[in-house]
């Protein structure tokens, strides 16, 4: 896939012009005509590389440059300069462009320097999420030692809190006046150490580090735990959410915090492809066939792109920024499932927007 370009200079024939090769050769190109409006546009188009003269008529080309590498140092730039100004091009390299090349520019030296721009944003890029990953595996190691510390004195005030419980529960105690109330506080000690233990159990799943064991549960329960913890940030993003859970009784087997993640990382994605300007989030849930269910998550985002559909479970891929995804989510998704006996897919079928389907084996439900 072509890097995007963008082209900040203020003779606009000359920018057209290289626009117009530019596209023939099948590269996305954006254009401004000077300073502001090209740093609005690096802001706005999120280009990969920026083709910058040296001289503009708001300001200088090395501003802009240093400005650039300030906000958007993932952003690869290529200054454009006359005969005259070459030292000026020199010094805006030591300032992080990659090249410079002096007008009148070929069209066939200003695509190579694209591609060189291009290939080095993406070896960065990669560079940065394999740093991502690692700090994601140490966070791993944490949570587990996390877990291991403050999972043993929460098990035991857990179980001293219930034998005390069971205590009162002797005729001795049947007559106390503060009966009760001491219930009551014995009560509240559990629940906070089940909340204790709940938090643990997050921080596992952040660090990758998540609870194996299977048990039988209702996947729209599952559901609905995953979109009540979505539901502010959904709502701070105007989006509106709703399920359907196809009638009749499906229990699944399955480790249920494994089930979660993979809902979650569907959930979150559909969400960050509303991000802008908000939409529609649907969760349904129903009976593939007698013996599995299928869970759709559908957006009304922009959809995936024909191009990249095929590359969006590979490990370290990903459209968004850094620092904005690992590139991780979706083969981590793709892994859990596969691993369960079940799957994920991209759905096409003609909706708006993106659809996700996991599918995964039940159980007959208990009667």
């Not at 240093?66 to 730039?77: G, S, T, Y």
């Not at 913890?229 to 699944?252: C, D, K, Y």
Request: glycine letters at 8%; charged letters at 25%; one cysteine or more.
């Amino acid at each position: 896939m072509r890097p995007k370009i963008l082209l900040i200079d203020d003779e606009q024939d000359f920018v057209r012009l290289l626009a117009a090769r530019l596209e023939a050769r099948d590269f996305p190109v954006v254009m401004a005509f000077d300073a502001s409006e090209g740093l609005r546009r690096v802001e706005s188009e999120s280009p990969s590389v920026v083709v910058l003269d040296v001289n503009l008529p708001d300001r200088s080309g090395l501003d802009v440059l240093r400005e650039i590498k300030e906000r958007w140092p993932l952003v690869q730039v290529v200054m454009l300069t006359g005969q005259s100004d070459v030292g000026t091009a020199v010094a805006g390299m030591k300032l992080g462009a990659l090249d410079y090349l002096v007008k009148p520019v070929d069209i066939e030296p200003l695509s190579r320097a694209i591609e060189r721009a291009g290939a080095r944003r993406n070896d960065q890029v990669e560079s940065l999420r394999m740093i991502e990953t690692g700090k994601l595996a140490a966070l791993g190691r944490l949570a587990e030692g996390v877990a291991h510390e403050i999972n043993n004195p929460v098990n035991t005030m857990m179980q001293k809190a219930q034998w005390a419980g069971e205590l009162l529960e002797e005729e001795e105690f049947v007559s106390c006046g503060s009966l009760p109330e001491i219930q009551a506080e014995l009560e509240g000690i559990v629940r906070q150490a089940r909340r204790c233990k709940d938090i643990v159990s997050k921080l596992m799943s952040l660090g990758g580090r998540i609870d194996p064991r299977a048990t039988e549960f209702d996947p729209c329960q599952a559901v609905q735990m995953v979109l009540d913890q979505a539901g502010g940030r959904a709502r701070n993003l105007g989006v509106t959410v709703s399920t359907f859970f196809e009638p009749g009784a499906v229990a699944v087997h399955l480790p249920r915090a494994e089930i979660e993640q993979v809902l979650t990382h569907l959930v979150d994605n559909a969400l960050d492809a509303m991000a802008p300007c908000g939409g529609s989030l649907m969760v349904t849930v129903r009976r593939q066939d007698p013996s599995a269910v299928r869970i759709e998550v559908a957006d009304t985002g922009p959809g995936v792109a024909p191009a990249i559909a095929e590359r969006i479970f590979e490990p370290f891929f990903s459209t968004k920024d850094v620092g904005t995804g690992s590139g991780l989510g979706l083969a981590i998704c793709h892994g859990i499932m596969k691993s369960l006996g079940g799957d994920v897919e991209l759905v096409r079928d003609g909706r708006a927007g993106a659809v996700f389907a996991v599918s995964f084996p039940t159980i007959p439900a208990k009667g």
